[in-house]
């Protein structure tokens, strides 16, 4: 049973292939509404989100599937003490495919070593989101058009934010890549990443904690959040928290055909002058993320031989 936990579950050519079939879902999606008739998605939250639930509920429904789903741990049988491992046999009796998010890290593999359906990674700890990655990279394929040869920017949490750790995997692995790591010392990128990503497959980064210097040379820059709930005190929090805001005046030193991305949400990072730039994307990221999630599903019920 293929379950998806890091983006490293996908070969190059299965990245590739979903895109594909993600831009296909755009341009007739009444040839896919039907496809998952009368199959029940499970999304299992026991952490807060917005658009990654509501897009995985979304597209199932756009399938002409079912949803059923558990959006506060509070009122589950996780708040009696019910293991994650218990939790996805227990769902697996219910549902056709489980798209879960867990505050620990490794909870998702969990569940997939012991549902008897697939399992999708909505995002574990501060470790990885895989569809988030598959959202961001259907926005850059749109956007530009390919992955090589892009100067990527990625600035704010990098130390706790899970989007980034994905989102280095998948773009190592094209040609001519740059990463410019933009953060506080504190949230610097983990050093495991730098070393399983960045210097084992050969590719060129600077470090750096200053945003108006890196801008000019960007084709994308990834803002996040700093991710306020995998700190151990709120003093820190608070004087790293606005630690880079994109305002107009420095967006004015980049390129006019910059990307500018977040995984949302925003809390100040990005000015609210900047939504109506033609440069900002992260809204497209959205809409992008639900027909990822489409395609993720479709493919996964498909070699589960469900559909
Ligand atoms: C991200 C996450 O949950 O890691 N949100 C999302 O899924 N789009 C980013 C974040 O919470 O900052």
């Not at 996908?10 to 999606?29: R, Y």
């Not at 990279?137 to 934010?161: A, P, Q, S, V």
């Not at 639900?290 to 031989?305: Q, S, V």
């Amino acid at each position: 049973m293929r379950s998806i936990i890091d983006i490293v579950d996908f070969s190059t050519q299965e990245l590739e292939d979903l895109i594909n079939l993600a831009n296909d879902i755009i341009e007739n999606p009444q040839k896919y509404a039907h496809v998952c008739d009368g199959k029940k998605l499970a999304t299992l939250f026991f952490e807060p989100s917005t658009r990654t639930r509501m897009s995985f509920e979304a597209a199932m429904y756009e399938l002409g599937g079912h949803v059923i789903s558990m959006t506060d741990a509070m009122s589950s049988s996780a708040a009696k003490g019910e293991s994650v491992a218990d939790t996805a046999k227990t769902v697996s009796c219910y549902a056709d495919i489980i798209a879960m998010r867990h505050p620990k890290e490794g909870a998702a593999l969990v569940a997939a070593n012991n549902a008897t359906i697939p399992v999708i990674n909505a995002g574990d700890g501060g470790h990885c989101h895989p569809t988030q990655t598959l959202a961001d990279l259907l926005t850059i394929y749109r956007e530009k058009g390919h992955f090589d040869n892009l100067t990527i920017g990625l600035c704010g949490d990098l130390k706790f934010g899970r989007t980034v750790h994905s989102l280095i995997n998948a773009l190592s692995r094209y040609e001519n890549i740059k990463f410019v790591l933009i953060s506080p010392e504190e949230l610097k990128l983990p050093s495991y990443v730098k070393k399983d990503l960045l210097r084992a497959n050969k590719i060129p980064y600077t470090q750096t904690t200053d945003l108006d210097k890196s801008i000019p040379s960007l084709d994308i820059l990834y803002m996040t959040r700093v991710q306020r709930e995998r700190f151990f005190n709120e003093e820190d929090y608070l004087r790293l928290k606005d630690s880079y805001i994109l305002t107009p005046d420095k967006l004015a030193k980049a390129k006019k055909d910059l990307s500018v991305m977040h995984p949302l949400p925003r809390v100040n990072e990005i000015s609210v002058a900047i939504d109506d730039d033609s440069r900002a994307c992260y809204f497209k990221q959205v809409l992008n993320g639900k027909y990822m999630r489409m395609a993720l599903i479709l493919e996964l019920l498909r070699e589960a031989g469900t559909i």
